[in-house]
């Protein structure tokens, strides 16, 4: 799973990165630099602990998520007409969510006092704009072939809620318009998590009123942490960390918070494998097929997919080998179009020719 973490210069998204990954990019004055920086977070998982207690494999997996951090566009009172940099934009197309960093601190150098609810409108026109000018290209190539009316209807149809300023991830799209779709990597259609930064100061305080009703008006969740005393929390050991949040009147680290929230709110689940090799978790969207799911183990999987044979975690818990869950009735076959439950635990049978 990438994730994105994007929004304007300045916002604090390297310092809320370095919090996450525990990395010690550089902070400040960032923007213009070429380079994105790249982190992973392993995501916890007890399940795994428990199962690697009965196979005891040569090897712990957990899922990863990778954060890219890249220097975001200088705040305008108005949005920018061209839409975003072509950089920026390919390295937000690449990434499968968002994590929109808002700034909700004073900092004099940018000259602009802090206005997280326009932050949160201007970043999203900025995306809905992006996307409006691909559709505008996509629609007048297809004028000049021969495109497919289906196509061409459902291009339309997301003209006309761009147009109306509404985000494409507001739309619902069946699989077949979603296959149309995909190849576009539209900003608008992946999941966005906003994360609201604050100063040292306000940490307790929660998100203004008019912020969280910005958040609630797009249907979009928002979380509130104060980045550079979180960065600080992150260098500690282990052991004075839990001292330090109870000084601050945090109840949980960021990182840890962050990891639960993005989980939710950009509709996450984990599917499971387990062996004397690897014991293993993956990151996969809720409502993720069999098939594809096999396919994120490896592309061979989903190519020669046949089965998946599958057992809850609770259920494996309980009996403690696959051959027993089997005489339980535990073990169900299921087949491509399954939709994979959090903590199942697949095994993939597949054959390649
Ligand atoms: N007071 C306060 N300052 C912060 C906080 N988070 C970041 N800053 C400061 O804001 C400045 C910009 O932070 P960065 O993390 O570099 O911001 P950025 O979004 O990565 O900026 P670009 O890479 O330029 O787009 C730095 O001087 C940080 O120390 C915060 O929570 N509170
Ligand atoms: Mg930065």
């Given amino acids: 799973m990438k994730v994105g973490i ?20 550089e902070v400040g004055g960032y923007s213009g630099k070429d380079k994105a920086n790249i982190g992973i977070i392993k995501v916890p998982d007890a399940r795994i602990e428990a199962l690697a207690d009965i196979f005891h494999p040569k090897k712990k997996t957990l899922a990863e998520i990778n954060f890219v951090d890249v220097a975001g566009p200088e705040a305008t009172e108005e949005r920018q007409s061209s839409g975003l940099d072509s950089k920026l934009v390919n390295n937000m197309r690449e990434v499968e969510a968002l994590v929109h960093v808002i700034r909700g601190f004073e900092n004099p150098a940018l000259g602009q006092a802090c206005d997280p609810s326009r932050e949160i409108a201007n970043f999203d ?10 559709v505008e290209n996509r629609l007048t190539r297809m004028k000049k072939e021969k495109a497919n009316p289906r196509e061409k209807e459902l291009f339309e149809q997301c003209k006309e809620a761009l147009e109306a300023e509404r985000p494409l991830r507001d739309l619902t799209f069946d699989d077949e318009a979603q296959q149309l779709l995909s190849g576009f990597r539209f900003l608008s259609q992946k999941p966005l998590l906003l994360l609201l930064n604050v100063g040292e100061g306000d940490i307790s305080q929660g998100a203004p009123p008019a912020v969280a009703q910005a958040a609630a008006e797009r249907k979009l969740t928002l979380i509130t942490m104060c980045g550079t005393a979180e960065m600080d929390i992150a260098e500690l050991a282990p052991e004075e960390q839990a001292e330090f949040l109870q000084d601050l009147g945090i109840s949980e680290a960021a990182r840890d918070r962050f990891i639960r929230a993005a989980y939710g709110m950009l509709d996450l689940i984990s599917f499971l494998t387990a062996g004397e090799d690897e014991c ?22 989903e190519r020669g997919f046949i089965r998946a044979e599958v057992v809850s975690f609770p259920d494996f818990m309980q009996y403690k080998s696959e051959a027993k869950c089997k005489e339980a009735g535990k073990l169900r076959l299921e087949g491509k179009e399954y939709i994979v439950q959090d903590g199942d635990i697949m095994h993939i049978r597949f054959n390649v020719s």
């Fill in 280 to 301: 293993r978790a993956w990151t996969i969207r809720r409502g993720t097929k069999a098939q594809k799911a096999a396919g994120k183990i490896h592309s061979d999987l």
């Fill in 125 to 134: 026109s900025e995306l809905i704009l992006t996307d409006l000018i691909s």
């Fill in 6 to 25: 994007v929004g304007f210069a300045g916002s604090g998204k390297t310092t809320i990165f370095n919090t996450l990954t525990g990395l010690r990019a």
